[in-house]
């Protein structure tokens, strides 16, 4: 394990040190994938490849959509972006750290302090109001701040003051989301990963999610990377990739 790593904290910012040629243009670039493939040996003895090659770039401070249908490879994608697997040729380098020079104590602090999980089966705790599900995500990243102070500023961020007494089970599926996001976006992260965010929700809630995003983006200047099947929310992204049985698509 690299020993500038401690066992509490583990930061990066896009310039970070991987030695791109332009400084400006890697300070810019929060996440970069090269080369991306990832195998799967079937039941049959075949291998299947979810991804064939991808070469991407993620800005800092951007909403990154990652466009394509059930099956096309971008939830693959999106999992070895945000180490939680790992790719069979490639590499990621994320915040100036190539996630193959990594040890996994080094990627479970990188996921921990500086990433933010957010998913289309919500996952909120059943038996914890909004507010104590929030605050459980701060407690598992160790968050050093104010965290009363924290839990109601995002809460107020994402319009939810109003019912962070509130369980799951009185509160709609949108709702529910919102919820979910203020707990991705609690402790800080740098980047926030979103699997189908909208996929359960109908046209509004989805939309609300969205515009949601954007404002965590301009407010709080997170870098989101999420996915989605839904070609009515494409306008909504900064960056859009649209991929197609693991390839990204030129349109």
């Known amino acids: 394990m690299n020993d500038n790593v401690n066992d509490t904290e583990y930061i990066f910012d896009p310039a970070?040190?991987?030695?791109?040629?332009?400084?400006?243009?890697?300070?810019?670039?929060?996440?970069?994938?090269?080369?991306?493939?990832?195998?799967?040996?079937?039941?049959?003895?075949?291998?299947?490849?979810?991804?064939?090659?991808?070469?991407?770039?993620?800005p800092a401070g951007k909403l990154t959509i990652l466009k394509g249908?059930?099956?096309?490879?971008?939830?693959?994608?999106l999992n070895i972006l945000s180490a939680l697997d790992e790719p069979t040729e490639g590499e990621v380098i994320v915040g100036g750290h190539v996630y193959g020079d990594m040890n996994e104590k080094?990627?479970?602090?990188?996921?921990?302090?500086?990433?933010?999980?957010?998913?289309?089966?919500?996952?909120?705790?059943?038996?914890?109001?909004?507010?104590?599900?929030?605050?459980?995500?701060?407690?598992?990243?160790?968050?050093?701040?104010?965290?009363?102070?924290r839990i109601r500023e995002v809460l107020d961020l994402v319009g939810l003051s109003s019912r962070m007494t509130h369980y799951p089970n009185q509160m709609s599926g949108g709702e529910q989301q919102r919820v979910a996001?203020?707990?991705?976006?609690?402790?800080?992260?740098?980047?926030?990963?979103?699997?189908?965010?909208?996929?359960?929700?109908?046209?509004?809630?989805?939309?609300a999610v969205m515009k949601l995003?954007?404002?965590?983006?301009?407010k709080e200047g997170i870098t989101i990377v999420m996915t989605t099947h839904d070609p009515k929310l494409m306008e909504l992204g900064d960056v859009v990739?649209?991929?197609e049985d693991g390839e990204i698509v030129e349109r």
């Open 241 to 243: 990739y649209e991929i």
């Open 16 to 58: 970070g040190d991987a030695g791109a040629d332009n400084e400006a243009e890697q300070a810019s670039v929060m996440i970069e994938a090269q080369g991306i493939k990832r195998c799967f040996r079937l039941g049959s003895g075949e291998d299947f490849y979810a991804l064939k090659g991808i070469d991407i770039k993620v």
């Open 106 to 149: 080094e990627k479970e602090l990188l996921r921990r302090y500086n990433i933010g999980f957010v998913f289309q089966s919500v996952a909120l705790i059943p038996i914890m109001n909004a507010y104590e599900n929030v605050d459980f995500g701060l407690r598992l990243a160790e968050y050093k701040g104010n965290r009363d102070a």
């Open 181 to 207: 996001i203020a707990r991705a976006v609690a402790h800080k992260p740098k980047v926030i990963f979103a699997d189908e965010p909208t996929g359960a929700l109908d046209t509004a809630s989805g939309l």
């Open 69 to 77: 249908r059930s099956g096309s490879g971008k939830t693959t994608l």
């Open 213 to 218: 995003f954007q404002e965590l983006v301009y």
